[in-house]
């Protein structure tokens, strides 16, 4: 009986570290939090959920496999995260299923090993790796296997409150290569899981993205949509820590990156939440070391 006991324990403690290292997709170490944001990937499309889960499964095998039992990768539950989003790149970008599988796979693999090696280089500057090792993996195969499908227009919308709500809601979707309000819900909970001032700057967040790139001239069926808010919304959750106003100077350089890239034709994918959260970090480094001296 407890050689069973401990089995159970056992699985539970691996499946709830599992969990919390699908939460970090959203910078949570929480496996409420995990478990939430699978949940608005399968509501949003099964096929995007296998592919998380090929991605994040990846993603422990390899580093169960190369890194120590006592590292950090492990030890706060970093490992499957960009593996996770590594796949679910392939399976959004990719029609046929079983190339999707493939290269998610290899995706996969892939930034977790350059996760590590991405991981103890910015150390050195005392800089997060967050999603840089997914987003270099795809660009790397994007340009030779990326389907390049005519994307659907966008219908009129109305701009009402509650679409503008709607619309907050929808910008956490694409944190997960999802799309609609209901997925972003469920993103939003996860966040309210882990902490409620989490979910309240992400969605802070997503909605000044928006209105930002609407400044910028973003159609406002896109705007509407929740395509303008991942990033800013990504980056309010990387500086709130550090300050109201990092957060806002991090999501005003998210936003003017991502307008840089979608001018040339870029996929940028989180790209300007990782330059702009780097970024808001090392200006508060440095701002604190000038009030020292």
């Not at 090792?133 to 109305?158: F, H, K, S, Y």
């Not at 929808?170 to 409620?196: H, K, M, N, T």
């Not at 309240?200 to 400044?215: E, K, N």
Request: proline letters at 3%.
């Amino acid at each position: 009986m407890s050689t069973v006991l401990r089995s159970d324990a056992l699985l539970g403690g691996t499946i709830l570290s599992f969990a919390r290292s699908i939460g970090q997709i959203v910078l949570q170490r929480n496996a409420a939090t995990g478990a939430f944001v699978f949940a608005g990937v399968l509501c949003a499309s099964p096929r995007l959920a296998c592919g998380l889960l090929i991605g994040a499964l990846a993603g422990t095998v390899v580093t169960i496999i190369t890194e120590s039992a006592d590292s950090p990768a492990l030890r706060d539950d970093l490992y499957g995260f960009n593996g996770a989003l590594a796949a679910l790149a392939a399976f959004t970008f990719i029609r046929d299923a079983s190339q999707a599988a493939a290269v998610a796979i290899l995706a996969a693999v892939s930034a977790t090993m350059l996760a590590g090696k991405l991981a103890r280089g910015l150390s050195r500057f005392n800089l997060p790796m967050l999603s840089s090792p997914a987003i270099i993996v795809t660009w790397c195969w994007m340009p030779l296997l990326a389907d390049r499908g005519e994307v659907g227009a966008l219908g009129p919308v109305a701009k009402s409150l509650d679409a503008l709500i709607e619309a907050a809601f929808a910008g956490l979707a694409p944190i997960v290569f999802a799309s609609g309000a209901l997925a972003g819900g469920f993103v939003a909970a996860g966040l309210l899981a882990a902490r409620p001032a989490r979910a309240g700057w992400a969605l802070a967040g997503s909605a000044l993205g928006a209105a930002l790139h609407g400044l910028g001239g973003a159609d406002d069926a896109i705007l509407l949509s929740g395509a303008c808010g991942f990033n800013a919304a990504l980056v309010a959750l990387a500086a709130a820590p550090l300050g109201a106003r990092y957060a806002f100077i991090g999501i005003a350089m998210a936003v003017v990156i991502e307008r840089i890239a979608d001018s040339a034709g870029i996929a940028a994918l989180t790209a300007p939440f990782v330059l702009a959260s780097w970024t808001v970090i090392a200006l508060a480094r440095a701002s604190r070391k000038d009030c020292v001296l």
